[in-house]
């Protein structure tokens, strides 16, 4: 009891957001999921496997934006990446805008993953503490099997849990595309995916925590039953309004477990 009430004491803190009064002046709106609720707790505690989103989740960084930063491209990536993180465009047409404007080579790919995987504060107990009280963790993105399977290692997640979009290369190191068979390549793809890992393993309770529309949309019949909203790093409003809890820090995610 003592542990839950000091819990709830640290979630409750200013959070905020902003919207424009009719005479132009700025309202101050408290979020009103930062506490949990029993129900939330009940299904967080008795969760068989967690799936998180990768970029702006588990890593600091959108992975793709940073990819395209490192290869000349990044202004007109990241605003593809914001359309498609809000939900305004559908996800499969902006993997290939993107992929096409950075137009990367296999040689252009292993010179970016030299630089080691930037993690959020605290995923890695997190994640720690998910495997000792025996659940499942997958990572579920939208990003790049090349970039998140580093990331996998030093989180000590199975490589066969990670669901996301393969870059192809030519016999030449060119780029030709994307692998559209994986599930995350398309709109709703993280969802399919969620569904799929909860169908293959007859789980009976699953997670999504992640940042963006494509995470809120795993959160379905058959699919994750519960929808935690990262803002730590970026906070997309209309997503976290839908979450059923949203956290700013995964201690509080890490203290709320037994």
Known sequence: MERLMSFQANSVHAVSRRQSSPIGASAVTPFDNTLPSKEVLDVWHNANAV??????????????DEFAE???AGKAVAEWTARAMNGSVPFEEALAARLSLINPSLSQLQDFLRRPPRLSPGIDLLVKKLKDNDKDVYL???GFRQMI???????????????ANQILFGSNGE????????????????????QQIRKAHGYKSLVMIGDGATDL???????ADLFICYGGIQLRESVAAKADWLVFNFKDLINSLV
């Open 51 to 64: 799936c998180f989103d990768v970029d702006s989740t588990v890593c600091i960084d959108e992975g793709i």
């Open 70 to 72: 490192f290869c000349g």
């Open 140 to 142: 579920v993105s939208g």
């Open 149 to 163: 399977n580093p990331v996998a290692s030093i989180l000590g997640v199975p490589l066969e849990n990670i669901f």
């Open 175 to 194: 780029y030709v595309g994307f692998d559209k068979n994986e599930p995350t390549s398309r709109r709703g793809g993280k969802a399919t995916a969620v």
């Open 217 to 223: 949309e795993a959160r379905m019949p058959g699919g």
